[in-house]
């Protein structure tokens, strides 16, 4: 690689292709209903990136890249890592100054951040990172990032590799199409439904295919050799009608499409960069109208601040809104912080990534940051300010990845068992073999998502003259056997159900997932008879196929089936929630305990984690149980 500077001309439009990207984001990151598909904001962002990132540096004639290897990577690093970096430092201090409990999340959320592999981080550290609870972490936007480094890192070797060994661009172009249909192949043939889906996520070879996507678009659609001269009239007519084709289709997903559906998986997200490629192939040519539209100034300007934007609207959604109001926002609330997102990206622009971007690390540092004590006085008040306030973030920000601060309260699941089994007078053998099963696990690591070992706590069935304050409900003589299944709610509320319903059987796990529950049905066939009621509390964790949801009522079809929503401060409460009442309105022996209703204006009812249920938000639950069940 050799020469001296960047080739590329700026494109207006696709500032505007970036605005609209990230304010989807943003939109789907704060939960609005329009907006289930608003993560799709980052494909548009991936595709992009492989587009401009090739066209810079991909050669006008020959095979020789235009720009050096170093002054490649450290445009990069300019571009990207001091903005990155200041978020990552400032968040970490108000975490610790103000949100002390997310301090055993963001030491290794932040390290890996810094490092850029926090995707990775995620994988292989956090397997539950959708079910955690509390405070998501605020810097878990970071992910994406992290995948384009990895990209800037290795994607100039392989291009330089690529024209040496193929010569010619257009089989390249062939060859890298063809790695990006592995990428999507791989991402679906390790999906599993109603599963965590983190691993294809979060993976770099699961989502590479977007950047190459976008590399092949480069070689295929150069933007150097754009020119409006080389169109006819019907040729421009049907690029601009082509155009506004691909825009609906990119808002029309943005509004339909939720990451809950297969498809997505299985080539539906190779779909949808497609035709962000052919939306950003049309923006980028000189005779695009809606590429002029696009350039709006105050879209441009969005676009020209989306990196700021889009590293500080995560932290700030985070770090400033109350637990329970996560899932069900405050529009009051959205409206500050976003004019703290777009104050604070600006701030970002101007006097950080511009700076650096321009001048360099080294000039920056001495112009900004070191300071002489003889010309102290001569300072303006915002550079004292600054010169004081850095290396006092940054002393806070060491002090705290050392672990010299603790956090101010421990995760309420470390304090529950990870497994609770209540067994009736009557327990089936299966049940019997189960928990000795169980029992046995303690010593064996455990695949439990929550711990590393599986704590199984059993109360067993009390003598009746032992339990004269037991309450009898109206309906228990009518129900041969109960049977609850759940996740950690359960574990919460089993003690009440077993004290009224001294022959409930209660099977609860930490994490369990509907998914889980249909494999665990078979073991509970008794239950599948008249006169037996089946109650099912799940979906705390995440969402569940239509299939897993049947297989599972299926299972305990000629019971009668109690269906326990959830209120849990997480994208996907609405659409479980929706889901269980589907269910309950098809068949005549579900009924719905509307949880959600009982709940959602009484955070009192919950741990500071916000789904975990201290003793009111008990007493009010397993109230709405027995209740249904006397009926």
Known sequence: MSGKSLNHRYIPGLDGIRALAVLAVIAYHFNFS????????????FVLSGYLITSTILPLKGNQLTVSLKKFWVGRFRRLLPAAYVMIITSFVW???????????????????????????????????????GSPSPLKNLWSLAIEEQFYLIWPLL?????????????LANIIFCG????????????????????????????????????????????KRLSSQKLSANHVKKLNIMSFIALTIFLVSIVYVDEYQSFLYRGGMFLFCLNAA??????????????????????CWIGSRSYGIYLWHYPVMVLGTPIHEIGNPSYWRIFLQLLLILMIAELSYRFIEMPIRKEGFR???????????NKWGSLTFPRKISTVMVPLFLFVFFTGMTGVVGESQQNPSKTLPTTIKINGEEPTANLNKQDKQAEASTDKPSQSKDEGVEDVQKIETPKQEENNTIIEPEKDEFYRGILAIGDS?????????????????????????VSQAVKLAPNYASFNQPNHAVILQLGTNGYFTTDQMDALLEAFSNADIYLVNTRVPRSWEA?????????????????????????????????????????????????????????
């Open 34 to 45: 329009w907006a289930r598909g608003g993560f799709l904001g980052v494909d548009i962002f």
């Open 95 to 133: 975490a610790m100054l103000f949100h002390k409990e997310l301090l055993h999340t963001l030491r290794g959320d932040a390290l890996s951040s810094i490092f850029y592999s926090s995707n990775w981080w995620f994988i292989f550290h956090k397997l539950s990172y959708f079910d955690s609870f």
């Open 159 to 171: 291009l330089m590799i690529g024209l040496f060994v193929v010569k010619k661009q257009n089989k």
């Open 180 to 223: 990006a249909l592995c990428s999507a192949f791989v991402m679906a043939l390790l999906y599993q439904p109603g599963a965590d889906p983190s691993r294809v996520y979060y993976g770099t070879d699961t989502r590479c295919f977007e950047l190459l996507i976008g590399c092949w678009l480069a070689l295929v659609w150069p933007m």
């Open 278 to 299: 052919v939306l950003i192939a049309c923006i980028s040519h000189p005779v695009s109208i809606l590429g002029k539209i696009l350039a709006w100034k105050p879209l």
């Open 363 to 373: 000039v920056y540092c001495q112009k900004y940051l070191i300071c002489n004590k």
């Open 489 to 513: 709610l359960m574990i919460d509320i089993a003690p009440s159900l077993h004290n009224m319903y001294p022959t409930i059987t209660i099977d609860g796990k930490i994490g369990r997932q």
């Open 575 to 631: 659409k479980v929630n929706e889901a269980l009442l589907q269910k309950a309105q098809e068949h005549e022996r579900i009924t719905l305990i509307d949880w959600h209703a009982a709940a959602i204006n009484h955070p009192e009812y919950f741990a500071p984690d916000g789904v975990h249920l201290e003793k009111k938000g008990i007493e009010v639950l397993t109230k709405l149980i027995q209740q249904a069940l006397n009926k």
